[in-house]
């Protein structure tokens, strides 16, 4: 490609809207625009990277013996009120009317419609074990769409279904996925980790999710020093505290305090001179419609991916004031377990706590030297805080890590919960009919392409990694004007073209300085510069983006040169 004829809007300056190294560059380098948000156009650098990596995704899918389908976009209502999810889902899936008043939906995802298909062709257990997948453009109406096309409301997933004869079997399907992945993953030049994972809207036994570690990532990590153990935050278990014995400080008498305007743990811990571990925090939520009392220590935080699964709920969000003053009588910031209307639930740390501090459930009042049995009852107990720089390793006790990291990719174990409901069943060697046992496999394109940025960019721009690369090479003549620059970099060009290279010759008529500014930010991997001190040597300069290392080379083996480093650079 000559850049001169080329679509490829470079940009100097950093857009102000951008908070991540990817979201910036893919914009810099002309990769990616804005339509709406959430929703980004391609242009060609940038199509020619998200190509490269479904090319892979469909390389290793295909090794793997999955078999690639395409499915649509627009899927009918009645099929997700099969699967009990219409109504579950929650306001990510758009949902809107046909011509003929027919309820429909935009695929976010598509056990519904794989499994549809599936039941209604597969009749017995030799057409078993299948995996089918595709890759195709998603909707998911994202709260807050942010980082480009990183989280984003429209966007290509790689979606992967397996059907199996028993759980053995789906096991093993599931294992194939996870190593596929790892293979995936590594040629995109990313470095990753599988963790268990919350299963979320998909649902299922268990999952693991690959994470790109970055700090800008936004998902948290824990894993262990010790063993393998690893896990998204959200997932992240703490065990029930041992109900030891412990030595018990007599129960005060209730004592309730004027506590003008002090809301938050904070202004609580400094105004009363306690400390945040001695008072509880009373948090309100909203479970689909119905008010829930989440009770925590005050130093803990609320892990609300397990509050929903406890809860069994599909939208969670924290109380508005109403919903506040109905269930405690009082405004926000003052409200505690004693004589409220509604279901409780209370993390774990509150087990062995005494002589509390918490709101009084009236304005500008606290309580302190409150306790549990005495003063209220709290019949739910769980798991529900976020895991912390104390907690042990959930599986060896041993100590935990915490990074940042940014999900490429998810593997669910679904087991039988979409063939139970829509009734994907197989006739066994008996004649008996069994229910299909299934798994899912999904990989974001283009948030692996851009994760692939946050973890290979410097200041000067993209540093693509070569076998997601949007062209190889880059040829820089440092004058066009020039006729014997201009013609050995033609020639070089031609003769690279030939040969299966895929090339950039960049042909404006700007100066070397600006060409190179260029190259550099859109992170061509190797660039040639044709100037008029080595070519008077019959010579040319090759440099290496990643490194800065440059090599002076007779112009005769310049090609092949080019050829063994992009062969060594692409396994
Ligand atoms: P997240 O937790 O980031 O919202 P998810 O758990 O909803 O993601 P899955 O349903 O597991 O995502 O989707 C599979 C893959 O699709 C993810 O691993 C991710 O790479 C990609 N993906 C999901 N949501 C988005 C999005 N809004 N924009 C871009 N890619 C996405
Ligand atoms: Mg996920």
Not at 125 to 130: A, F, I, S
Not at 142 to 167: H, L, N, Q, T
Not at 455 to 484: C, F, K, L, R
Request: net charge negative.
């Amino acid at each position: 490609m000559r850049y001169s004829e080329m679509f490829l809007p470079t940009v100097r300056e950093v857009p102000s809207d951008a908070e991540v190294a990817s979201h910036q560059l893919m914009i810099r380098a002309g990769m990616i625009r804005k339509l709406t948000s959430g929703i980004y156009s391609f242009l060609p650098l940038g199509y020619r990277v998200i190509r490269k990596v479904e090319q892979i995704v469909r390389e290793e899918m295909n090794r793997a013996g999955a078999q690639e389908v395409f499915l649509p976009m627009v899927q009918p209502a009645e099929l997700w009120q099969e699967s009990g999810r219409w109504d579950h889902y929650g306001r990510e899936l758009l949902r809107f009317r046909d011509r003929h008043d027919r309820d429909c939906c935009l695929g976010p995802t598509h056990e519904e419609v794989i499994t549809d298909l599936v039941r209604n062709e597969i009749k017995t257990y030799r057409q078993l074990p299948r995996n089918l997948y595709q890759i195709q453009t998603k909707f998911r109406d994202e709260i807050r769409p942010r980082f480009g096309v990183m989280r984003c409301r429209e966007f290509a997933m790689k979606d992967a279904y397996s059907f199996d004869a028993d759980e053995a079997g789906a096991d093993a399907s599931y294992a194939k996925m996870a190593e596929a992945y790892r293979r995936i993953f590594t040629r995109c030049g990313l470095v990753f980790r599988a963790v268990e994972a919350d299963s979320g809207n998909i649902g299922g036994s268990y999952s693991h999710e690959f994470m790109v570690m970055a700090d800008t990532g936004e998902d948290g990590i824990v894993f262990c020093s010790r063993c393998d153990y690893a896990a998204n935050m959200e997932k992240a278990e703490i065990a029930r505290p041992a109900s030891r014995q412990i030595a018990r400080e007599a129960f005060l008498p209730l004592d309730e305090v004027y506590t003008p305007d002090v809301r938050t743990i904070e202004e609580v811990s400094a105004f009363l001179g306690v400390s945040p571990k001695q008072i509880v925090k009373t948090l309100i939520f909203n479970a689909d419609g119905a008010p829930v009392a989440i009770l925590i220590r005050g130093d803990e935080e609320v892990n609300e991916a397990k509050v929903r699964n406890y809860l069994n709920c599909s939208e969670l969000d924290l109380a508005l004031d109403d919903m506040i003053f109905e269930v405690t009588g009082s405004p926000r910031g003052f409200a505690g377990a004693i004589g409220i209307k509604t279901r409780i639930v209370a993390d774990y740390s509150l087990l062995h706590m005494v002589n509390v501090v918490m709101g009084a459930n009236r304005a500008d009042y606290h309580v302190k030297n409150v306790n549990m049995g005495r003063d209220f009852e709290i019949s739910e107990f769980a798991d529900l805080r976020v895991i912390g720089k104390e907690d042990p390793c959930p599986r060896c006790a041993g100590e935990l890590h915490f990074a940042r990291g940014i999900e490429v990719g998810h593997v669910f174990k679904l087991g039988t919960k979409y063939s139970e409901a829509m009734r994907a069943v197989y006739l066994d060697r008996n004649g008996r009919e069994q229910t299909i046992v299934m798994g899912c496999y999904g990989i974001g394109i283009a948030r692996t392409a851009a994760a692939s940025i946050e973890q290979n960019h410097d200041d000067d721009g993209i540093i693509w990694p070569m076998p997601i690369a949007p062209y190889h090479v880059i040829i820089t003549p440092v004058n066009v004007n020039e006729g014997s620059l201009r013609e050995t970099a033609e020639a070089l060009y031609r003769s690279l073209l030939e040969r299966g290279v895929e090339v950039l010759l960049d042909d404006r008529d700007e100066r070397a300085g600006v060409k190179f500014k260029d190259a550099d930010l859109i992170g061509i991997p190797l660039r040639v510069t044709i100037g008029p001190k080595r070519l008077a040597e019959g010579k040319a300069e090759v440099r290496q983006r990643r490194t800065g290392e440059t090599s002076i080379i007779a112009l005769e083996a310049v090609e092949a040169f080019l050829m063994e480093k992009i062969r060594l650079d692409m396994s």
